[in-house]
T-cell receptor, first 112, second 113 residues
Framework: ETGVTQSPTHLIKTRGQQVTLRCSSQSGHNTVSWYQQALGQGPQFIFQYYREEENGRGNFPPRFSGLQFPNYSSELNVNALELDDSALYLC???????????FGPGTRLLVL | AQSVTQPDIHITVSEGASLELRCNYSYGATPYLFWYVQSPGQGLQLLLKYFSGDTLVQGIKGFEAEFKRSQSSFNLRKPSVHWSDAAEYFCAVGINTGNQFYFGTGTSLTVIP
């Protein structure tokens, strides 16, 4: 049990639509990171939020955006969905900038 | 730029045999290194981590890893594999604050009886 939950577990969207994925982390996890894991690949870092501010970003376009809330929940928003956005999206919480990350089970997104 | 290489896409071992999964990294500063395991339909579970200090790190489920700076490697080992170890294994390097991860492409482990 990692203390990190994600919703929904599965989602189907069509190309061009927008999607919001949610992550809830246990109390004390003031840092949250989001990753995209395409089928057969390792997770790729999208961005990280620390105390509700973006604290680093990987090689993803601006249509990937996020929010972190004071109650340790966060959102990943993806606009103008493309077929290649189909993947497992993972969020990870941690209690400090150099502490261990704990991953949620992920949301599997399929874009048709 | 940072990167992580796991040269072995797939490994098959017999139950009870020893295991070594290879990981090489490229990063200009002192790395934070991790091994995670992912079972089908599951999230990532931390096996072990290296931040500093003793270069031989012990983890959960009988796994260990050794950091070798001269070889830029962080190989994962287990002396005797169990059937329940069959899964996907990911090596990661943490940059900046240590927890912005760059993952390798993973090694899939099959255990045969």
């Amino acid at each position: 049990e990692t203390g990190v939950t994600q919703s929904p577990t599965h989602l189907i969207k069509t190309r061009g639509q927008q999607v919001t994925l949610r992550c809830s982390s246990q109390s004390g996890h003031n840092t949250v990171s989001w990753y995209q894991q395409a089928l057969g690949q390792g997770p790729q870092f999208i961005f990280q939020y620390y105390r509700e501010e973006e604290n680093g970003r990987g090689n993803f376009p601006p249509r990937f955006s996020g929010l972190q809330f004071p109650n340790y929940s966060s959102e990943l928003n993806v606009n103008a969905l493309e077929l290649d956005d189909s993947a497992l999206y993972l969020c990870a919480g941690t209690s400090g900038l150099q502490e261990t990350q704990y991953f949620g089970p992920g949301t599997r997104l399929l874009v048709l | 730029a940072q990167s992580v290489t796991q040269p072995d896409i797939h490994i098959t071992v017999s139950e009870g045999a020893s295991l070594e999964l290879r990981c090489n990294y490229s990063y200009g500063a002192t790395p934070y290194l991790f091994w995670y395991v992912q079972s089908p339909g599951q999230g990532l579970q931390l096996l072990l981590k290296y931040f500093s200090g003793d270069t031989l790190v012990q983890g959960i489920k009988g796994f260990e890893a050794e950091f070798k700076r001269s070889q830029s490697s962080f190989n994962l080992r287990k002396p005797s594999v169990h059937w329940s170890d069959a899964a996907e294994y990911f090596c990661a390097v943490g940059i900046n604050t240590g927890n912005q991860f760059y993952f390798g492409t993973g090694t899939s482990l099959t255990v045969i009886p």
